[in-house]
Each structure stands twice: as structure tokens, then as C-alpha cells.
């Protein structure tokens, strides 16, 4: 079993930077493929980023070239860098990890991860 806490969620205004962190505990972290999901009040959970075994990594549209993902399979933590927030990136920021079929896959569907965090809060205020 698989435990995932995030952290590093905090109130910042728009255009300021954040990383989030996400230790895990209980697995083979680096046979996992990684991502991260958010979800605001009122709307579906939504894929932002995930990063293969090799490091291989997909932003969502929202995310690329302002969201960075990265591992660190020494510290079994999973990072995602932050910059130029915007108000409409207010939402709860989930970890998720998943027993990778392959060292290069990554997974961007909310349902092919097995396990979760309890999310860390973002809010940007404009």
C-alpha cells in the first residue's frame, strides 16, 4: 500500500510561484509512475501533470509552460514547480502514483491512478 502526502499549498497572488511536494511511502517509488490532478469547488477532478519512471513528463494545456513536474526517486518525492499562478489555478492539488506497466508510460487519466493523497489547498488571488 501506497501512502502519498502532499504539501506546500499556500494563499500567493497572481504571477508568484509555488512547488509542491509529495513524499511517498510504502512502495517501490521509483517503479511508479507519478501525477498531479486538481480540483476546484464545483468541477471534476482535472489532470495537470505526470512523469514516467524515466522522467518522461506531459503537462495539461492549462500547465505547459508555466508548471514544471519532477521526481526525486532518492527522496520518493514527486515535485510540481509552479510559476506565474493565475487566479484560475485556485483548487485542491492531488497526488497520485500508479504501479507503471512500463518505464516510459505515463498515465494522464484520473482513473488509471490507484492511489491518493489527501490534496494540498492553492489559492491565488488576483
Known amino acids: 500500500q501506497v501512502q502519498l502526502v502532499e504539501s506546500g499549498g499556500g494563499l500567493v497572488h497572481a504571477g508568484d510561484s509555488l512547488r509542491l511536494s509529495c513524499a511517498a511511502s510504502g512502495g517501490t517509488f521509483s517503479t511508479y509512475a507519478m501525477g498531479w490532478f486538481r480540483q476546484a469547488p464545483g468541477k471534476e477532478r482535472e489532470f495537470v501533470a505526470a512523469i514516467s519512471w524515466a522522467g518522461d513528463t506531459k503537462n495539461s494545456d492549462s500547465a505547459k509552460g508555466r508548471f514544471t513536474i519532477s521526481r526525486d526517486n532518492a527522496k520518493n518525492t514527486v515535485y510540481l514547480q509552479m510559476n506565474s499562478l493565475k487566479p484560475e489555478d485556485t483548487a485542491t492539488y492531488y497526488c497520485?502514483?500508479?504501479?507503471?506497466?512500463?518505464?516510459?508510460?505515463?498515465?494522464?487519466?484520473?482513473?488509471?491512478?490507484?492511489?491518493w493523497g489527501q490534496g494540498t489547498q492553492v489559492t491565488v488571488s488576483s
Open positions: 497520485a502514483a500508479v504501479a507503471a506497466a512500463s518505464y516510459y508510460r505515463i498515465y494522464d487519466g484520473r482513473y488509471d491512478y490507484a492511489y
